[in-house]
């Protein structure tokens, strides 16, 4: 069974910074498309950041140039670095990636989300 689980959360001051991880773990033949979403309190969940099998990255224009996108193949992990925090930071974040597995296909799969708060 293919899953994705996340670390690095917690609590900073605004301008701060820190990094996310999320690993894949499973009977897993390939993973394709990785990438970061965040979900604040009354909000719909957004795509922060996405990186592609080739490495090629996109980014939400509210944390371009603030929030930087990484994979290690072999660790099956993708990060992402937070610089330059904001209160409206503040969310739950999900990995998510698009992963071919031995027994369920290709599909998407989601972790269980880690939470970022940004306060003074």
């Known amino acids: 069974q293919v899953q994705l689980v996340e670390s690095g959360g917690g609590s900073v001051q605004p301008g701060g910074s820190l990094t996310l991880s999320c690993v894949a773990s499973?009977?897993?033949?390939?993973?394709?498309?990785m990438g970061w979403s965040r979900q604040a309190p009354g909000k719909q969940r957004e795509s922060v950041a996405i990186?592609?099998?080739?490495?090629?990255?996109n980014y939400a224009d509210s944390v371009k140039g603030r929030f930087t996108i990484s994979k290690d193949n072999g660790r099956r992990t993708v990060y992402l670095h937070l610089n330059s925090l904001r209160p409206e930071d503040t969310a739950v974040y999900y990995c998510?990636?698009?992963?071919?597995?031995?027994?369920?296909?290709?599909?998407?799969?989601w972790g269980q989300g880690t939470q970022v708060t940004v306060s003074s």
């Open positions: 998510n990636a698009d992963i071919r597995g031995v027994l369920n296909g290709r599909s998407n799969y």
């Open positions: 499973g009977n897993i033949i390939a993973i394709y498309t």
């Open positions: 990186v592609t099998e080739g490495g090629n990255t």
